[in-house]
């Protein structure tokens, strides 16, 4: 790919990022994870696959205003639109569009080829380890979200199972399963070096939280029943 052509494909990306949890520095991560599994990797298109890694979230502005709307599938058909505009070829806006469309994590759609594999494992790795914990965090602040909510007996609920969304419940829902969907051996072996670090955070929060809602619980139900 020659500088130009990465520099325009890079204008686009930031022209449509408005998101902290995907920024450009998501992307980037993205794509240098990308980079460093491809060369583990046999027959990887570096273009298509760098293309790929920059533009995968450039629908994320049109998910958040419409929720109906899949940033995946949309964000392919405007990578594509916008490559073709620039004067790529049919084939190469294609591929880089079958790589957006397949790299959503809750997704029926998986990824066929090589370098759509590869895009799905480094967007994966960003929700792995404690960066996963600490963007998941930041998106569920933004949004107003909370910790963890409570079960219906008062106490903190872990996430399993929950309905309210909460940082517990994408937890369980979503970043403790990751660590079995990736689709490359290197992928997988550099998800099984953050899973510790993201297990540890975890149940420490869960376990701070708890233990002073228990006793504080029990010896303020004591006070208020003094005489």
């Not at 909370?146 to 517990?168: K, N, Q, W």
């Given at each position: 790919?020659?500088?130009?052509?990465?520099?325009?494909?890079?204008?686009?990306?930031?022209?449509?990022?408005?998101d902290r949890?995907?920024?450009?520095?998501?992307?980037?991560?993205?794509l240098?994870?990308?980079?460093?599994?491809?060369?583990?990797?046999?027959?990887?298109?570096?273009?298509?696959?760098?293309?790929?890694?920059?533009l995968?979230?450039?629908?994320?502005?049109?998910?958040?205003?419409?929720?109906?709307?899949?940033?995946?599938?949309?964000?392919?058909?405007?990578a594509?639109?916008?490559?073709?505009?620039?004067?790529?070829?049919?084939?190469?806006?294609?591929r880089?569009?079958?790589?957006?469309r397949?790299?959503?994590?809750?997704?029926?759609?998986?990824?066929?080829?090589?370098?759509?594999k590869?895009?799905?494992?480094?967007?994966?790795?960003?929700?792995?380890?404690?960066?996963?914990?600490?963007?998941?965090?930041?998106?569920?602040g933004?949004?107003?979200?909370?910790?963890?909510?409570?079960?219906?007996?008062?106490?903190?609920?872990?996430?399993?199972?929950?309905?309210?969304?909460?940082?517990?419940?994408?937890?369980?829902?979503?970043?403790e399963k990751?660590?079995?969907?990736?689709?490359?051996?290197?992928?997988?072996?550099?998800?099984?070096k953050?899973?510790?670090?993201?297990?540890?955070?975890?149940?420490?929060?869960?376990?701070?939280?708890?233990?002073?809602?228990k006793?504080?619980?029990?010896?303020?139900?004591?006070?208020?029943?003094?005489d």
């Amino acid at each position: 790919m020659r500088a130009q052509d990465f520099q325009k494909i890079e204008a686009y990306m930031c022209a449509c990022l408005h998101d902290r949890a995907h920024d450009r520095g998501h992307v980037y991560r993205v794509l240098y994870t990308a980079l460093d599994l491809a060369g583990q990797e046999q027959g990887v298109e570096l273009d298509v696959l760098i293309a790929a890694c920059l533009l995968h979230d450039i629908a994320r502005g049109e998910q958040a205003a419409d929720p109906a709307v899949c940033h995946a599938r949309a964000g392919a058909e405007k990578a594509r639109a916008f490559l073709l505009a620039g004067g790529f070829s049919p084939v190469f806006a294609a591929r880089v569009a079958d790589c957006i469309r397949t790299h959503r994590f809750r997704s029926s759609d998986p990824p066929q080829s090589i370098e759509a594999k590869i895009l799905f494992d480094a967007d994966k790795l960003d929700a792995a380890g404690a960066i996963g914990i600490a963007r998941t965090l930041l998106y569920k602040g933004k949004a107003g979200e909370p910790l963890y909510t409570l079960r219906a007996d008062g106490s903190i609920s872990d996430g399993s199972g929950d309905s309210e969304p909460s940082f517990f419940q994408e937890y369980k829902f979503k970043l403790e399963k990751v660590y079995g969907r990736f689709l490359t051996a290197s992928g997988q072996k550099t998800a099984e070096k953050r899973r510790a670090a993201a297990v540890s955070f975890y149940e420490n929060l869960l376990a701070e939280v708890r233990a002073p809602q228990k006793a504080g619980a029990k010896q303020l139900a004591e006070y208020l029943t003094q005489d």
